[in-house]
Structure formats: structure tokens, C-alpha cells
């Protein structure tokens, strides 16, 4: 019930982190990537994933560019027979007091938080009702779409990550009667590029996000593993417009 052969996954923010990451447990779970991320050319990594035998191909494009993300994700299809799953993964943070954020801050954050979500979600689900043969989405929201960030400074993210929780549910009532399941993971504190500039900004900052969870240490990315494979597969056939949170045990 684990089993993803033959099907493709569309993941954005695919050339580093979480993206990355889910891409590479993915591909060794049989799924095809179609890896999106702003960068002209894919990762180094990205040809580990063709070695395990699935087809993988990179994408740029920017999640914010409604009309050039459509086109980039109708090829899809053309390319690999199909969309089968898709995981908005591009994000960005500002860490920075709300009374500091600036209007860039606010509108690049709910950008490609929010609005590049709802664009990735679009263009991949009006594939797979067009195709009839159902699929999943599975959203990234975080602890910070349930609990805020403190002791970090970023309303803007957490406001982000609230509103990707809403609109799981929502896009998850929609789209049930296409055979199309919605849902997302809360990751705590993972260790990617986006943590490292908070760490690297904030002398301690580290250490104080390790005292936030009972497992006292930030996560590493291959932790999310088991529940994007649960929640991308069959596996998890009765689960729709909800959460699961990976965050150590959040205090
Ligand atoms: P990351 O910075 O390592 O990777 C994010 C990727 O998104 C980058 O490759 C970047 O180029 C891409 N991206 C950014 N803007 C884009 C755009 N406009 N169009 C296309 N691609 C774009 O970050 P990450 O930690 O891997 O985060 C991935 C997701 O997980 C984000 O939604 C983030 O909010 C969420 N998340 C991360 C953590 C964490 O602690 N790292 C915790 C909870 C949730």
C-alpha cells in the first residue's frame, strides 16, 4: 500500500531542502520526479535520482508566475503520461520583528507561501481531474501554522503557514469527488538552508530551538520521510483536508 511505481510526483522548491529531500525518498519508493525550483539547472543531486532507475527532470520556474507555472506544469504530463502527486514546497522566511516587516517582507513571504500554493495546487489538480484518475496533494505548512514561532520573529510566515492549513481543508472538500486527496505535514525545526540562515543570523539561536521540543534537538529532513510516504500513497486511502505534525514533541 506503500507502493508509488509509476507514478509522478510534482514537487516545487525541488532543487534543495525539504523538496530535495522528499524528491530522493520518492524516487526510491518507484515515483518519477518532476523536480521545480528558480534555479537555471538542477541540483548535482538531482542525478542520484536518475540512477535509481525513475525518471527525473528538472523545471524552472517561479511558483509566483501563475501563467509560466501553468505551461511548465501542462508539460508535465506531455513528458511523463501523468500527474499523479504534487507537493508545493517553495517557501521562504523573513525572520524579523512584525513592526520591522516591510510591505516586500509581507508580500514576498505570502507570495510564494500562499499564492504560489494555491497556483501549484491549481494547475496540478485541473491535470488530474482532466485525467480522471484521481491523486494526491500534500501541502508543507509547519509548526508555525499551528503554534506561531516564537522565539523567532516572522508573523508573516506563520500567517503563511496558517493559511496553507485552510486551504488543505478546502481544496480537500473540493476536489474528494475527483478522487483527489489533500493533506498536509507540520514539520518542526528541520535542518536545511533556510534554517541555517536563522542559525547563522543568531548567536544561540540553535540552542534555544532545541529546548522548544522533548526530543531537545532540530530535525533532519530524511524525518519527514515516513510521513510523506504514508501520505502520498495508498496507505493513507481514508485521509483528507488534515495535518500531521513531525516536530519532536513542540512544547
Ligand atoms: P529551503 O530554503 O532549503 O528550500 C526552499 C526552496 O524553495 C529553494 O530551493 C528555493 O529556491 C525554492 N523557492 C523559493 N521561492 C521560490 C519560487 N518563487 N519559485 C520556485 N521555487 C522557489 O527551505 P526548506 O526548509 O526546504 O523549506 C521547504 C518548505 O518546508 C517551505 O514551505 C518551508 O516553509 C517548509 N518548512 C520548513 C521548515 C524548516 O525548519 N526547514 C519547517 C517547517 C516547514
Do not use: W
Not at 30 to 58: R, T
Not at 167 to 175: D, M, N, P, S, W
Amino acid at each position: 500500500r506503500f507502493a508509488l511505481e509509476d507514478k509522478t510526483i510534482v514537487i516545487t522548491g525541488g532543487a534543495r531542502g525539504l523538496g530535495l529531500s522528499f524528491a530522493t525518498a520518492l524516487a526510491e519508493a518507484g515515483a518519477n520526479i518532476a523536480a521545480i525550483d528558480l534555479d537555471d539547472s538542477p541540483p548535482s543531486e538531482f542525478g542520484k535520482l536518475q540512477a535509481l532507475g525513475v525518471e527525473a527532470k528538472y523545471y524552472a520556474a517561479n511558483v509566483q508566475d501563475y501563467d509560466g507555472l501553468r505551461n511548465t506544469i501542462e508539460r508535465i504530463p506531455e513528458e511523463f503520461g501523468s500527474i499523479d502527486g504534487c507537493i508545493p514546497a517553495a517557501g521562504i522566511m523573513r525572520d524579523k520583528p512584525f513592526l520591522e516587516h516591510t510591505a516586500k517582507d509581507i508580500n514576498d513571504v505570502m507570495g510564494v507561501n500562499v499564492v504560489g500554493v494555491m497556483y501549484t495546487v491549481q494547475h496540478c489538480a485541473a491535470q488530474m481531474v482532466k485525467q480522471k484518475t484521481g491523486g494526491n496533494i500534500v501541502c508543507i505548512s509547519s509548526s508555525a501554522g499551528h503554534h506561531g514561532c516564537a522565539p523567532m520573529t516572522c508573523a508573516a510566515y506563520v500567517a503563511s503557514k496558517h493559511a496553507v492549513l485552510g486551504l488543505v481543508k478546502q481544496v480537500a472538500g473540493e476536489l474528494a469527488q475527483h478522487g483527489i486527496r489533500c493533506n498536509s505535514i507540520s514539520p518542526g525545526t528541520m535542518r536545511t538552508d533556510m534554517l541555517k540562515q536563522i542559525f547563522e543570523g543568531t548567536p544561540g539561536r540553535e540552542q534555544l530551538l532545541n529546548s522548544g521540543s522533548m526530543l531537545k534537538r532540530v530535525g533532519e529532513p530524511d524525518e519527514l520521510h515516513g510521513a510523506m510516504l504514508y501520505l502520498m500513497s495508498d496507505a493513507s486511502s481514508y485521509m483528507t483536508g488534515n495535518d500531521i505534525f513531525v516536530n519532536g514533541g513542540k512544547l
